[in-house]
């Protein structure tokens, strides 16, 4: 059981490194497209 614990703690690490870096670019790019239109939306 600690075993797989340990190997799945060492398998996500770098699994979480590159799902962050796939969805960085698609995070930053929806924020910039996404706050110009928020003074829109209040008003």
């Known amino acids: 059981m600690d ?3 340990y190997f799945s703690a ?3 690490g770098p699994l979480a490194l590159m799902i962050i870096s ?3 670019p698609i995070i930053s790019v929806v924020l910039l ?3 110009p239109e928020l ?3 209040e008003t």
């Open 3 to 5: 075993r797989t614990i």
């Open 22 to 24: 796939l969805l960085y």
């Open 39 to 41: 003074p829109k939306m």
């Open 33 to 35: 497209l996404i706050i």
């Open 10 to 12: 060492k398998l996500a």
